[in-house]
Structure formats: C-alpha cells, structure tokens
C-alpha cells in the first residue's frame, strides 16, 4: 500500500547505509519505546492482576509433566484438590509452556511469568510494525507499534485483568493477517506458512482470541482479494484460513464437541460472568487519558479503547483515505471492523447477543476490543502513508503547502501514544505465593475455594456432584488406590504412578469395587489383567470405580484420547501435510521491490532522541509523582475534589477509627429495576485489627429496609482490600451496587451508610464533629421510580376480581406478644384503582385475635411488594396463629405461614436490688418505665476487669415502638468511656412486649477503663435517636459514682 513520495530527494550514501540496517533499527527502537510500557514487569513481585495466580499454578502444573515426561496432556492430574481437572482440554497452554519453560531456565516464578508477559507486549510491538509496515511505511509501522503499545485495553488485559494467555496472543493475530496479506498478493511460501502456523498457534494460545479475530481475519481475506480483483486470491486466503483451522483442529474441536462433559454452566452462574453485565460503557469505551494515583490501595483503570486511539483511528482513515484512493477497500474494512467490533462491546449489540446463543459464549463483550484496538492501532498508522508526510492545507485565497518536518508528525503522534496512556502502567504488586510445588497448589485451592484455576469451577466432570471432603487427604500426597479403601486382608503388592497413568498389583480374597482417587472423564480407561472394564463414577465425588475381582491382579488405570480426539489430531496432521505439500508445490517467488523512501539516518537519531526521553522523562517525573499523569489525591486535609472530611466511625474509646474521605456523586432518582451506584472513599485513621464491611440500605420512612442485603461490587472497579490490610498512608474505594427488592414501590427512601464488624456483624458508632450519632448515617434520599420493565410474576396464591396475591411470607414463624413482625405481600391489581383489604389474626380455632387494615395502591401494571409491620397484642395468649387475608369482594384466604407465639415469663413481683433508684421514663409526661434499682457487681470496682450491671424495670404503660437501654459510664469531662445498648434483657424482651405493672431484669457488661472517677448513666432511645425524658425532663438517669 506504499506509494513513493514524489517529493522526496535522493537518499546520500549515509542514508542508504542507515536504510540497510532499517528494519533491525526500526525493531530496537520499538523495543526501546517498549520499555516504559513493560517497567511494571521488570521485577518478582506479579500484577495483582485478577488471573495472575491462576496462570502461575497452570505454569507449575505444565512443569511438573514436563519434568515427569509428559509433552502434552488434556487432563491437569494434580489439580482440583489432586483429583484431576480437563484444564488443557479446554484452556490453551501455550503461554504456561512458555512460563515453565522460563523457570527451568532458572528464572524465579515470578519473574518468569513476568517475563513472559514482558516479551509478549514487546513482541506485539513488532508484530505490528512487521504488518504496518507493508501498509504504511516504516514511519506508520513505528506509530502503529507504539499505538499497539500503549493501547488502554492491551495494558488492563496484561497489567491488571493479567491474562497472560491473551497477552501472549496479541503477538499472534497480526502474524496471521501479515502472513495472508503475502501470500495473498504475492503467494510467498513464508507468508503462507506464517498465516497459517500462526492461526494454529493462536487457537494454542487463547482460543477465545482465536475465535473474535476469526470474523476480523475472514473481512481482510476478502478486503485484499478486492483490492486485488482476484478470485485467485481469495481463494488463496480462504484455503491458509482453512489450513489454519484444520491444523488446530486437535485442539478446538475437541473443546467445542466435548464441552458437555464438564459443568461449563458454572461459568455463567454469577452475575460478574453473565454477558449483559459486561456491556461498556461510554465512560470506559472512550476513556480519557486517566491519572493515576499511589495513594489509593485499589486504583484500577479502564478497560475500553481509549478515546485519543479512537479519535486517531478516525483521522488516520480520513487521511489514508483520501491519499490512497487505490486502496479504499483495505481502509475502509479496517474502520468498518473497528466500528463493528466497538459496536459489539457496547449496550446498543444486546439484541444481537440475545439473538445468538454462540455470542453469549465469548461471554465477555469487551473481549472484541482486542480486534478492535488492532484495527484502531492500524488506522493510526495511516495517518502516515509513505515515508513522507507533508499535509497539504487550503485557504479561502490559494492553496499553500503547510511544510511539517519529515519526522515532525511521527514523533508527535509518538509522544501521544505513549505519554496520553501511561496512566495504565502503575498496577499493584502483589507478592507470588512462597510455596509453589504442587502440594501448594492443593493448600492453595483449598485456602481460596478454588478449584482448577478456574474462577466457577466450570470445568469439573458433569459426574462430579459434590467435591470430597476438604479433610481427604490429596492424592497429590498419597495414592491413588489406597490401601484404607481395600477389603480387609486384601493388599497391594507393587504400585507404580505416572501423572496420566497407574499400574498396580494387588492380591484379594473377596471381589471389591476399587475407588480410584482421580475425577471421571472421558479419555480415562481401565484395565484389569489387560482385559478393559467398565469405570462407573462414583456418586456423588464422581471418582473413578471400576470392579475388581478376588485373587492377584494387574490393574492398570491411564488418561489418553477419545475416538473424537483421534479424529480431532487426523484432521490436524493431515492440515499440515496438506500445507507441507503446497509449500513444495508453490513456486519460488520473491517480494515486489519495495517503493518505500528511504529514511535519513536523522530519523532513526530523533527516534532514537525521542525514545530516550520518554524514558527519563516517565522514571524522573512522573514515576516519582511531579506530574498529573501521577500524582496522590490525598494529603493531611484530606481528599483532593472533597470538603475536609468530619464524619468518622468508631467507638467511644477510639471515635475515629475509620474517616468517611468523601463520597461521589450518585442519582437521586433510579427506577425500581436498576441498581444504585455509591462510591465512597475511606482512610483508617488507627491500625484495625478487625475487618469491617460497608453496609448500605435504603429505607422507608417507618426504617422499613427496601434492598438486597448483598451488596455488589461495581463492574469497573477493584473490590477494596479488607480494612486489616489498610496501611494510615493510603486510601481505599468501594464503589457498590444497591439492588432494590423486586417490586419496590415508587417513592422517597432513605440511603443509610454504616460499617459493621465482618463476624460479629456489630456496627460501629458514626461520629461527625467528633459527637455520636448513631449506628448509621443517612446520606440522603432517593426517588425510587417504576420499573423500566413491567415484573411478571407469575406464581398466585389467590386472586379475584380485586386482587392477585402471587407471594406472602412472614419475616420469622416464632415470636413473643407486643413482637413487630414483617409480612410481605406480592400483588398486583387487575385495575387502575386503589384497593383495600383486611389482615386478620386467628387463633388454632379460627377467633380472630387482630386485624390490620391494609391499602394496596395502584401503583401501575405489575407486580408490587408490600412491607407490612405488624404489630402483635401485648396480651396475645401463646399457642400457633394464621394470617387471613379478605378483599372487598367478600373472600378470604389463609396464608401459608403459621406464627407461633411463645410467651414470656413474666415477673409479676420486684425482687430486691442492692440500690434504689424509682425515677420514669416517658414521652410527654407519660411514664412508660421506671427504673426500680441496679445492683453492680463486684467487678465493677475493680478497673480494668468486666463490670457486670443488673437493672430492675417496672413497665407502666404499653411502649409505642421498640426502645434500647444505654448504660454509659462517663468520664470527668463528660465523654463516654465505656459503654453498653441493647435490646432489654440481652436482646431477648423489647420493650413492645412489656405488659404494664411487669419487671424485667436487665443485664449489661462494661470494661471499667484504668482510671476514674466515672459517672454511671442510664436511659432509653427509639431506632431514631430519640430518647425518653424523666419527669424532670432529663434524657438520663444518674446513677452515681461507680469507681475511683
């Protein structure tokens, strides 16, 4: 596609020896523009990529059979706890060779996988300058390499998602469209044995690469036989497409035709993997150049195409375009695939995806941006056709040449390529795991419920229903016929293991069933005096059985190929005598004289210049953090962009234990059916030694909770770190999804935030200006509007022409009296009115006890969800009740659940308590309670030791919602130092079930502080805040001095 530059003046005898050595020049300086985009790999320490870990482990796994002579196996033996896992049947390996074969060169772990994914990025470059170059031109072929570089999505797959396979891949796909472009229009044996070794290598690499460029490699064959207008030549590359799909045949058709053998399934059983979650959007499509940040534990980047590669591409087709008009079909296939595959990773594809089930397999659509960033990264290129570059400029007056130095525009776009995107190459570093051998592998899976390298263990046989016992021991460290599942009297005289293989002798006087310890799947065989019986998994482990009968036996159990396989690996050998024979018969040809200008060697100076400072330009400025494309937000004040933060979370020993840094943006008003993002930011202010989640609700005005308890991590973003893990230097991100209850009504809730302790699920206390306010904070309210799409449901209870109940189900089946217990209700109305029915309560004799109204508002089609509170007479006698619901109509239904009610026992008389203290508690002058005496014991004179405090109360009146007792013991300033709130007696009599003129003892334990004096207060407060007042108006009682 070069076209000479008329322009150009006769190359001097100095430029025509620089241009001798061109090529070698081109590739150092691309390597030399590499090095900033592979310093993250220039150490031990791997990625905390998401997959890092599962690489190094199929790394080990492929040593180890290495070592034990095994050149290739479908089947990972020492896997999946030591049972056995069909990785490489479906995972491609040639990256975990790759990485092996580095370690027995003597390289450490991580710096062999490190290695690996360094001269993978490397090699990308050159394999793009290798095909640019025919396109472009060595000037082009340089822009596209660093274009390639530093694309976002190429630094997210190898830095951070840490897929060493696709990595690797990368170097792959350009190799086949360079190899068919020769062979296709200029039928070179070279580029018809590239094009199509290299498609088999690429399925051996990472197939689900293989399969999105397929499309894209399919669109060049036929884009260069246009430009060709030769049907010779399309056939040409359809047969190296076909021969390229045959050699890799022993790989792919046994993945694709034997998948139903595992539970593939598994891998789409949770949200993160389902496609429709995994749309881009236009903020990490077209993401802009980002800052990255040191100061933040889980900054993670982007994932899309970038917007300056994307803004580029379109100039350079603009440009190639109009300077190449003999071209066009080349050009214009390459932006029409990069639209088409951009258009596939975003939202506006759904239809298609649902559409067509083998689309949803690749079940990521991002993954099509590596086919797209290809294409993009070429099109850049073309903002360069030739080796010359003036750009001609048109005025209102006169045409003018617009003279920009030869080398100007390269190294500009240079510069941009590269410095824009280096916001990608800070990830974090994450120690490798220090026991590598496979017995660590096993401690690993099991310390992480892993199985198989695998994120859903989606590839474990079908018959394994439930894996054994995490107390088995491994096979990997005993074997594999044990003598413990041996009949007695019955042994094994010889036992020799091979990692796909076994042979055994054993002697038995009964006939037994042997159990041996590795997963069924086809391939495995078994033999027994070398005539093959039948294996039947076990159930429900799925391991191998198979009978053996009494005497002295060889067994023989070994791991080798299917009939599909055999057909598989014969459609493979006879692709590549088939591609050995065209190369014998396709003559001799060498390319057409290149008509690219030759470069001065002050071009390769200036690259050379160039790459230089960018290196010192990124190791002295902006790896230290002197500039935006690296610099920390967070400073003594506080978070950059946010007020200086005054909301902190603790306890009264240590209130600021945690800061709230601030918190972004999110929508005031979300429909029913969608999510709600919250993106805070936080910074431990002490070394935690507990680990505390973020709890997020949003609520109704009566404190009704109306989402998921499970909140969901954000898509594009790093879950946090556990806080145990939060150095003081640094800050942390929780970007969560709220997911509401299906059938939320539209209406105002409140969104409430609290950290809560991970076991004990204890919240702490939220302190802003340094005073408590409470277990949660209240961040604002949000307009819950109807749903996008209409909720079916189809499950019905009970309906009639007023009303369908579809679902209604209580909160708990026990309580006590004056209990608040929760029914929800799913209904829908047949019309567009509001409708109200009657709850009833019935005795195991039908007597009604207590009825609720209850209004169903016509909120729209659909179905709803109702949250009733209700709450149970304080004088309800125990025994099992129903719940009966009655429409206007005049019909009834029971419902499901039957409540039974287990009554307290009651303390009718006072007992005797060491202190007297008889002062009320109420709500405008209305004593609810009295506080009859306490009794301290003695612990609590004791400083340092648990002081356990009993109260006597005497309930006077029906209590109007459930209230807490505090009992805070406070220091000479007034603060709390030690505290106790709870539910009365232990969490075990709220107050709603307190009968008027009954006691109630009630316990709390405090840890009295080394140092007095304190004052002991007590008091009572509702789920608000709001506490009860004495008679004389105080929100406490004194109860004198405990200790000095």
Not at 813 to 840: H, R, Y
Not at 877 to 900: F, N, R
Not at 913 to 942: E, I, K, R, W, Y
Request: hydrophobic share 50%; aromatic share 10%.
């Amino acid at each position: 596609m070069n076209e000479p530059d008329k322009n150009s003046s006769e190359p001097s005898p100095i430029s025509k020896k620089w241009q001798t050595n061109g090529r070698f020049l081109s590739l150092a300086l691309v390597t030399l523009l590499a090095i900033p985009a592979i310093q993250p790999l220039l150490r031990g320490a791997l990625t905390c990529g998401f997959d890092n870990v599962f690489h190094l482990w199929r790394a080990v796994q492929i040593e180890a059979l290495l070592r034990q002579g095994v050149l290739f196996s479908r089947w990972a033996p020492h896997m999946a706890q030591g049972y056995g896992y069909p990785l490489y049947q479906f995972q491609s390996p040639f990256s975990a060779y790759l990485a092996a074969g580095l370690h027995l060169a003597g390289l450490e772990w991580g710096l062999a996988l490190n290695g690996v994914y360094a001269l993978a990025v490397v090699a990308s470059g050159w394999a793009t300058w290798l095909l640019a170059r025919d396109l472009w031109g060595d000037k082009g072929a340089v822009v596209t390499a660093v274009a390639t570089l530093y694309a976002p999505y190429h630094a997210y797959v190898a830095l951070y998602r840490a897929s060493l396979s696709e990595t690797v891949a990368w170097v792959i796909a350009p190799l086949v469209l360079w190899g068919l472009r020769r062979w296709q229009m200029e039928r070179t044996r070279l580029g018809l044995a590239t094009a199509v070794l290299s498609f088999i290598l690429l399925i051996f690499t990472h197939d689900v690469t293989a399969y999105a460029f397929l499309p894209f490699m399919g669109g060049w064959v036929l884009a260069m036989a246009l430009a060709e207008r030769s049907w010779a030549s399309l056939w040409r590359g359809l047969l190296a497409l076909a021969l390229g799909m045959g050699g890799s045949a022993f790989f792919w058709l046994p993945a694709i035709a034997e998948r139903h053998f595992v539970q593939f399934d598994r891998a789409t059983s949770a949200w993160p993997f389902l496609y429709f979650n995994n749309f881009l959007p236009l903020s990490q499509l077209l993401a802009l150049p980002r800052q990255a940040d040191p100061s933040l534990l889980n900054d993670w980047p982007e994932r899309g195409l970038g917007a300056l590669l994307a803004l580029l591409a379109v100039a350079g087709t603009a440009v190639a375009w109009r300077r190449l008009p003999g071209h066009r079909w080349l050009i214009g296939y390459l932006a029409l695939a990069l639209v088409g595959y951009v258009a596939l990773v975003a939202a506006v594809s759904r239809p298609l995806w649902d559409a067509f089930p083998l689309l949803q397999t690749f079940q990521f659509p991002w993954r099509f941006l590596a086919p797209a960033t290809l294409a993009a990264a070429l099109l850049c290129g073309g903002l360069l056709p030739g080796n010359g570059n003036r750009l001609a400029v048109m005025d209102e007056i006169r045409p003018y040449r617009l003279p920009i130095t030869d080398y100007g525009l390269p190294l500009l776009l240079i510069l941009l390529l590269s410095t824009a995107h280096w916001g990608w190459l800070y990830p974090q570093h994450c120690v490798p795991p220090a026991d590598t051998s496979l017995a660590g592998m096993v401690s690993w899976e099991a310390a992480t419920d892993t199985v198989g390298t695998t994120a859903s263990a989606e590839l474990l046989p079908t018959a394994v229903r439930q894996m054994p016992s995490a107390k088995s021991i491994s096979p990997v460290l005993a074997e594999r016929l044990s003598p413990a599942d041996l009949p007695e009297g019955a042994r094994i005289l010889t036992a020799v293991y091979h990692p796909l293989r076994a042979d055994i002798e054993v002697e038995t006087a009964v006939p037994f069933t042997a159990h041996f310890r590795t997963f069924f799947f086809p391939g495995w065989r078994a033999w027994v005096d070398g005539k093959e019986v039948s294996i039947i998994p076990g159930n429900p482990d799925g391991q191998i059985t198979f009978a053996v009968p009494d005497g002295r036996h060889t067994l023989v159990v070994a791991f080798g190929e299917t009939p599909l396989r055999w057909l598989a690996n014969a459609l493979s050998l006879l692709s590549l005598a088939a591609l050995a024979f065209m190369l014998w018969r396709t003559p001799a040809t060498h390319r057409q004289s290149e008509t690219q200008t030759s470069l001065p060697a002050r071009w390769w100076a200036a690259l050379l210049v160039v790459g230089l400072a960018l290196l010192a330009a990124k190791w002295l400025l902006v790896d230290p953090g002197y500039t935006p494309l690296r610099h920390s937000r967070l400073s003594e004040t506080g978070l950059a962009g946010f007020a200086a933060p005054s909301v902190t979370f603790g306890s009264p020993d240590n209130p600021a234990q945690i800061r709230l840094l601030g918190m972004e943006y999110w929508p005031t008003a979300v429909p029913a059916d969608q999510p709600l993002p919250v993106t805070l930011y936080w910074q431990a202010a002490a070394p935690l030694e507990n680990e505390y989640r973020v709890g997020l609700v949003l609520v109704d005005a009566a404190g009704m909770r109306w989402s998921t308890t499970d909140l969901r991590d954000d898509r594009w973003s790093r879950a946090a770190p556990p806080t145990t893990a939060w150095p003081l230097d640094q800050y942390a991100r929780t970007a969560l999804l709220i997911d509401l209850l299906p059938g939320t009504p539209p209406g105002a809730y409140t969104l409430q935030l609290s950290l809560f302790d991970r076991e004990s699920l204890m919240p702490l206390t939220v302190y802003e200006q340094g005073q408590p306010i409470g277990p949660y904070l209240s961040l604002g309210q949000i307009d819950v509007q109807p749903p996008t799409q209409t909720a079916v449901l189809e499950r019905v209870l009970f309906a009639d022409d007023a009303v369908t109940i579809h679902g209604a189900f209580l909160d708990r089946v026990q309580a006590a009296p004056g209990d608040t217990v929760v029914l929800t209700l799913l209904w829908s109305l047949p019309g567009e009115a509001d409708t109200a029915v009657t709850l009833s309560l019935a005795d195991n004799t039908d007597t009604v006890k207590h009825t609720w109204p209850v209004a169903l508002p016509a909120y729209g089609p659909g179905g709803w969800r109702s949250q009733l509170a209700l709450a149970l007479p304080v004088t309800l006698p125990g025994g099992p009740y129903t719940l009966q619901i009655s429409t206007p109509a005049g019909h009834t239904a029971v419902l499901p659940d039957v409540l039974s009610i287990q009554e307290p026992e009651r303390l009718l008389a006072p007992v005797a308590m060491a202190m007297a203290v008889h002062v009320s508690l109420g709500l405008a002058d209305q004593p609810l309670a009295t506080l009859v005496g306490f009794t301290p014991d003695a612990g609590c004179q004791q400083p340092g030791n648990p002081c356990q405090i009993t109260l006597l109360w005497r309930a006077e009146a029906p209590f109007p919602g459930s209230y807490r007792v505090f009992v805070h013991l406070l220091n000479a300033q007034g603060q709390i130092a030690a505290q106790s709130d709870a539910i009365p007696a232990g969490w075990t009599r709220p107050t709603t079930g307190w009968l008027p003129g009954e006691y109630i003892l009630d316990t709390h334990t405090l840890r009295l502080p080394s140092a007095g004096p304190y004052t002991l207060t007590v008091g009572m407060y509702d789920e608000n805040g709001q506490r009860l007042q004495t008679p004389d108006h105080n929100a406490t009682i004194g109860l004198g001095t405990l200790s000095e």
